[in-house]
C-alpha cells in the first residue's frame, strides 16, 4: 500500500504548546499535503510541499520533507483549543489522486 | 462556510431503497471526487471525475453509482446498499491541469448515510 502513516495516532497537549505530528510513506513521491480534520466536517487543506521542497511555512504550521528517509512533519506552534482535529497526510505518487494517512487525533484542552 | 456543497447532510435509508447524494461547487474546477469515510479512519477514495467523464473507479460495487451531469455537479446515485456502506461520504474538487495529484482538494462536509 501507498498509504502514508502517521505518528502519534492520538497527542494530548495543553493549549501554548507545540504539536509535533509525522507521516512516513513507502514510494517515491510527488508532492505531499497535511489536512485537517474536525468532528463531523470535511477535510481542510492545510498546506502542501513539493518534492523539491524542505520546508514551507504557513502562520503557526510548519511542515517539514525529508526525501530520503520518506517521512514528512507538520509542527504546529502555540496551540489552541481550536487546533483540536484529526490531521491527515496525503501524498501524491501518480498525480493521478492522492493516498491519504491513518491519521494523528490532536487534543488541545485549555 | 465551505464552497463545495452536499446534500443531504444526513440520510437514512433501508437496504431496497433508492436514493441520490448531490455535491456542487462553484469555484471552476474540473475535476471532482467521491470520497468514503468510516469513523477514525482516513477517507478512502471511491471515484474521480476529470472534465466530467469517469477517470478513476476503485473497483467500487455497482451499488454506487457516480454521474456528473455538467462541470459544477456531481452525484452518487445508491441502490440496494448494505449495512457496512454506512459511513460519511464526502464529495471534493480540485482543479485539474491533468496533474491533480498536484493541487488542493476541496471538500464538502459530507452526507452521513445510515443503512438500516
Known amino acids: 500500500s501507498q498509504q502514508g502513516e502517521e505518528d502519534p495516532q492520538a497527542l494530548s497537549i495543553q493549549e501554548g504548546e507545540n504539536a509535533t505530528m509525522n507521516c512516513s510513506y513507502k514510494?517515491?513521491?510527488?508532492?505531499l499535503q497535511w489536512y485537517r480534520q474536525n468532528s463531523g466536517r470535511g477535510l481542510v487543506h492545510l498546506i502542501l510541499?513539493?518534492?523539491?521542497?524542505r520546508e514551507k511555512h504557513s502562520g503557526r504550521l510548519r511542515v517539514t520533507l525529508d526525501t530520503s528517509k520518506k517521512s514528512s512533519s507538520l509542527l504546529i506552534t502555540a496551540s489552541r483549543a481550536a487546533d483540536t482535529a484529526s490531521y491527515f497526510c496525503?501524498?501524491?505518487?501518480?498525480?493521478?489522486?492522492?493516498?491519504f494517512g491513518k491519521g494523528t487525533s490532536l487534543l488541545v484542552t485549555p | 462556510d465551505t464552497e463545495v456543497t452536499q446534500t443531504p447532510k444526513h440520510l437514512v435509508m433501508g437496504m431496497t431503497n433508492k436514493k441520490s447524494l448531490k455535491c456542487e461547487q462553484h469555484?471552476?474546477?474540473?475535476?471532482m471526487y467521491w470520497y468514503k469515510q468510516k469513523a477514525k479512519k482516513p477517507p478512502e477514495l471511491m471515484f474521480v471525475?476529470?472534465?466530467?467523464?469517469?477517470?478513476i473507479n476503485e473497483s467500487v460495487p455497482s451499488r454506487f453509482s457516480p454521474e456528473c451531469p455538467n462541470s459544477s455537479l456531481l452525484n452518487l446515485h445508491l441502490h440496494a446498499l448494505q449495512p457496512e456502506d454506512s459511513a460519511l461520504y464526502l464529495c471534493?474538487?480540485?482543479?485539474?491541469?491533468?496533474?491533480?495529484?498536484?493541487?488542493?482538494?476541496?471538500f464538502g462536509d459530507g452526507t452521513r448515510l445510515s443503512i438500516l
Open positions: 510541499i513539493r518534492s523539491n521542497e
Open positions: 514510494t517515491s513521491i510527488n508532492n
Open positions: 469555484m471552476g474546477h474540473r475535476a
Open positions: 496525503a501524498t501524491d505518487h501518480s498525480g493521478y489522486a492522492l493516498n
Open positions: 471525475y476529470s472534465y466530467e467523464k469517469l477517470s
Open positions: 471534493a474538487s480540485s482543479q485539474d491541469g491533468g496533474d491533480r495529484g498536484r493541487q488542493p482538494q476541496h
